[in-house]
């Protein structure tokens, strides 16, 4: 019986024609060939990071994470950490980065960027890639939400130039470094707030003057963050990369800031019934990022460890993520690599 990991020269050359012709088809439709759905895992809502990443060894991985400083971000590096990886801990500042990275086990890199500055994404790429060594994974975790009052980023709207276009920028930039990976991930954090956007992406509204809504407006980046992964799947989907969006659950983070008196003092104080804890917050992303059953899934979006398709709303929209893909490279030319993407 012949070696499965050997292929004769006319299974290479039938690979290579198939090649040839899935590379002719639109992108969207070649991701749809490529990808599967995975099977249900065994992990629910109530599975934690630590459960779902038991007995991993994830030594030798480099992951780099957004956010890395405070609630989910911290608990995801930590647990990644804890099972051997090398975890690329990004905040806001360099101190507290700093902070977070010295207060766990494991091996660490603290970075800085701010995400509505993004001259600062490009300076953080530069130094990952000064590291000259493959990127295992990209969590897009870092992200604000319900601002109060309109404010304006570059003249975007400040959640869609943060919580998108910033990470955008920094997926673009590292791009090449998780595709030189064996099997580089991209987990993109996205939320179910993304119903509310009841228009999908609003093209024509993308600064907020025709109208500002902050739930609305939360919604929009989130459902772009999906869009992202999506459209990202469709892009890198004749390689061994991957990309993902994750709902990590309703959890009572820092995200919360700017919330109302009133509310956060319900968070804090009824939030318990029905709020999944940090450690549950960061199971999906953890399972995303690191599962060896997700080896050739890109482009779904998961929630409780699993494929979400109660409601797919736009999210598997090709059209509308290819769209956000032009128009988001258009905002943000200038923090782009000039490479062509491979």
Not at 201 to 213: A, R
Request: proline share 4%.
């Amino acid at each position: 019986m012949p070696n499965k990991q050997q292929l004769s020269r006319r299974q290479v050359l039938g690979h290579m024609a198939t090649l040839s012709i899935l590379s002719a088809l639109p992108a969207s439709v070649l991701a749809q060939i490529i990808s599967r759905q995975p099977e249900r895992s065994p992990f629910n809502s109530n599975s934690t990071a630590e459960e779902v990443t038991a007995g991993l060894d994830l030594s030798g991985l480099t992951i780099a994470i957004t956010g890395a400083n405070s609630g989910l971000g911290y608990e995801t590096m930590r647990v990644l950490a804890l099972r051997g990886a090398h975890i690329i801990g990004i905040a806001r500042t360099q101190k507290k980065a700093e902070q977070a990275c010295s207060s766990i086990e494991g091996e660490t890199t603290p970075l800085f960027l701010d995400l509505a500055e993004w001259e600062s994404i490009v300076r953080c790429a530069d130094a990952i890639r000064a590291m000259n060594i493959p990127l295992d994974g990209l969590i897009t975790n870092a992200g604000i939400m319900a601002l109060p009052e309109l404010e304006l980023v570059n003249g975007i709207e400040k959640q869609f130039a943060v919580n998108h276009l910033g990470h955008f920028i920094l997926i673009n930039q590292l791009r090449e470094s998780v595709l030189a990976a064996p099997q580089g991930r991209f987990t993109l954090l996205s939320s179910r707030a993304y119903r509310s956007a009841e228009n999908g992406i609003e093209f024509d509204n993308l600064d907020g003057s025709q109208h500002y809504d902050p739930w609305n407006a939360y919604g929009v980046s989130k459902l772009a963050n999906a869009l992202c992964a999506r459209e990202l799947a469709a892009q890198i989907s004749h390689t061994n990369a991957t990309a993902n969006s994750v709902h990590p659950g309703i959890i009572q983070t820092n995200l919360m800031t700017n919330l109302p008196q009133w509310q956060q003092w319900g968070a804090k104080y009824l939030g318990w019934v029905f709020f999944k804890s940090i450690e549950e917050g960061a199971a999906t992303t953890c399972y995303v990022a690191t599962s060896p059953e997700l080896v050739d899934v890109r482009g779904f979006y998961f929630s409780d460890c699993n494929v979400d398709d109660v409601d797919m709303r736009y999210l598997y929209d090709d059209a509308m993520a290819a769209k956000l893909w032009q128009v988001s490279e258009e905002l943000t030319k200038d923090y782009l690599p000039t490479s062509a993407p491979s």
